[in-house]
């Protein structure tokens, strides 16, 4: 690998948005002063994505999937193919703002990050979707949305840190990506793979930061709206969290946790949302593989001692200790 920039685009059926995305992804780029690339992982689209870059963007390399095989899996075989050593993961339905990437570059002097998210606004206003990732929990349970700001901006011009980097704009260290064992492609097709990548990071002693004056614009996520009904949807992601729970918690604390969760299921049986009830069916079925996930993360922890996923929130929330935060 060379030190350059690398941005790695999975696709789904984003010909549409290429026209608006794709030029300010090289604007950014050429602000730089680095080598650069671009590489679109495309996952099997049924539109006209191929032909479109081949026809408007030759110098992007493209590599295509066998089957739709979702985020994770083409995420990681984008990531695999990049020959520069920071890599900038982008949804594709991101534009970057001119000087992207200028302000995030500093932190890679310190060898123990892996990586940088910068703050998401709306594709055509300034408000903010996604800032810093705030830890916060319910019971022993992790709670994977939540965002936080300073009040005072000035306060942010050394960046903040992140409980998780999102996969909308995660500028990462590749060798670190590599050690760490990249993507976990149980996750796929899609959600909390993520946030379990970056905790991941963070146990095995890396860092995760939010650079505020780093801007991007986000277009929601039209293309997992457009592929799923609302009930699919929401079936992955309560099982990709109960992944990340079987994955991460201490043997006790997963105690605790699949306790809590067989409440749970009984409230929303009671409810009436039994997609809640296919999720945990989902994660049973499954729970070997997650065992193994949780295997691999030790043999690549290599018997040293692993920070906890509360040692990593305490570090978090000491950081900002008598500082005015914003939560949202």
Not at 12 to 34: D, H, I, M, Q, R
Not at 257 to 265: A, G, K, P, R, S
Not at 275 to 299: G, H, L, M, P, T
């Amino acid at each position: 690998m060379q030190k350059g920039i690398s941005v790695v685009i999975p696709n789904y059926n984003g010909a549409k948005l290429f026209p608006e995305t794709l030029p300010t992804v090289f604007t950014a780029l050429k602000n730089t002063s680095l080598p650069w690339e671009i590489i679109v992982c495309d996952d099997c689209s049924t539109d006209n994505s191929i032909a479109f870059l081949q026809a408007g963007f030759p110098e992007i390399k493209i590599i295509t999937t066998k089957s739709n095989s979702g985020f994770s899996v083409t995420a990681n075989k984008g990531i695999n193919a990049a020959q520069f050593d920071w890599i900038l993961l982008l949804n594709n339905d991101v534009k970057l703002e001119p000087i992207y990437f200028y302000p995030q570059l500093k932190y890679f002097e310190a060898s123990d990050t892996f990586g940088i998210m910068g703050r998401i606004v709306g594709w055509d206003n300034d408000t903010i979707q996604d800032g810093a990732k705030y830890p916060s929990f319910h019971g022993v349970k992790i709670k994977t949305a939540g965002n936080y700001l300073l009040k005072n901006e000035a306060e942010m011009k050394n960046g903040l840190y992140s409980m998780y980097l999102s996969g909308a704009n995660a500028f990462i260290n590749k060798n670190v990506f590599l050690q760490i064992g990249g993507f976990d492609e149980i996750f796929s097709p899609f959600y909390v793979e993520d946030y379990e990548l970056s905790l991941r990071a963070w146990r095995l002693g890396y860092k995760c930061y939010y650079e505020h004056s780093a801007v991007c614009r986000h277009q929601t996520s039209t293309t997992i709206k457009s592929k799923n009904r609302k009930n699919e949807i929401e079936k992955i992601y309560n099982r990709n969290k109960m992944y990340l729970h079987a994955i991460h918690l201490t043997s006790a604390k997963r105690y605790v946790y699949y306790v809590q969760l067989f409440f749970e299921m009984l409230t929303r049986i009671v409810t009436g949302r039994f997609a809640f009830v296919q999720s945990i069916f989902a994660f049973i079925k499954n729970y070997k593989q997650v065992r193994n996930s949780r295997k691999r993360f030790y043999q690549k922890a290599n018997n040293k001692n692993v920070l906890s996923v509360k040692d990593i929130s305490d570090n978090i929330l000491n950081s900002l200790k008598d500082k005015e935060i914003v939560r949202f």
